[in-house]
């Protein structure tokens, strides 16, 4: 699975439409007119005005990336302006706004230069919603607002993590990712009676697939849950996951596989 299939089809390009705008809209009611040095438990380093700048930063550099075609440097989270508080709402919305309409306007289908090579507009799509699926978790420990998110929605956030994880070159944006060659060994995710999925970690690098889950060590919980333990939102010891088998792979496959 590298690089990724991405769906370019128009059912799926509109289901990673929705699924942005409503996670968007989420976040930004869990922190409208909050104050900016609210903590984030989830993120300790950022205050609450942090995390919103960057969300809203980053979906306008994903835009950015979709109208030029080309490689942009990452932008730093410190320096974003989301303004004051009680407009932190719309100037989220807008940035999502503006990634959607760039890919509308060029294609979701229309390749463009990614640190994993030629990749289309809609990768972008599916990177900022997976990313903000996530942030829409640090936002609510930090609101203290309810967060929830749909099984297919879940797993759309784990396969896309997964995919980052198992490109060749992601390993030049995060050198620790290399640390997770192995000899054959498995990890697994096992969303109750659902299919799974397979982590494989080879001399020349991880491959993943979806089916029966059976590995050398298996995290076993909701498919929410499961994407938050990925994500290191939640750890191994917590109540809503449990751990069967080498449970120092699944350590090992947490501290190496962030970013």
């Known amino acids: 699975m590298t690089p990724p299939d991405i769906a370019t089809t128009a059912t799926a390009t509109a289901r990673l439409v929705d ?15 909050r104050a900016p040095d609210t903590p984030v438990p ?25 109208r030029s075609g080309q490689q942009l440097p990452p932008p730093d989270p ?32 229309r390749e463009s230069d990614t640190f994993a090579g030629p990749l289309p507009a809609a990768f972008w ?20 607002t309810a967060f929830e998110i749909a099984d297919d929605l879940a797993a759309v956030v784990i396969g ?11 390993a030049a944006v995060r050198p620790a990712v290399a640390e997770l060659r192995g000899r054959g060994e498995q990890i697994g ?17 991880l491959r993943w697939e979806r089916g029966p889950v059976e590995a050398d060590v298996v995290a076993s919980g909701s498919a929410a849950d499961l ?12 109540g809503r996951v449990t751990v069967t088998g080498d449970r ?12």
Do not use: K
């Open 160 to 170: 896309e993590n997964l995919d980052l994880l198992t490109m060749p070159a992601f």
């Open 248 to 259: 120092a792979l699944l350590d090992h496959w947490l501290a190496h596989s962030a970013f």
């Open 19 to 33: 699924g942005l705008r409503d996670r968007t809209a989420r976040v930004a009611r869990a922190v409208a007119g």
């Open 42 to 66: 989830t993120c300790p380093a950022w205050p609450l005005r942090t995390l919103v700048g960057h969300l809203g930063q980053e979906h306008r550099w994903a835009a950015e990336l979709v």
């Open 125 to 144: 799509l599916r990177r900022m919603l997976a990313d903000t699926c996530v942030h829409h978790y640090d936002a609510a420990c930090a609101t203290a």
């Open 78 to 109: 410190h320096r974003a302006d989301p303004g004051p508080p009680d407009e932190w709402a719309e100037w989220l919305q807008q940035g999502a706004e503006e990634l959607i309409r760039a890919v509308r306007r060029v294609g979701a289908e």
């Open 227 to 238: 994407m938050l333990l990925i994500a290191r939102r939640i750890t191994p010891q917590d």
């Open 189 to 205: 995710f096992r969303p109750g009676s659902a299919e799974g999925w397979v982590v494989t970690r080879r001399p020349g690098g």
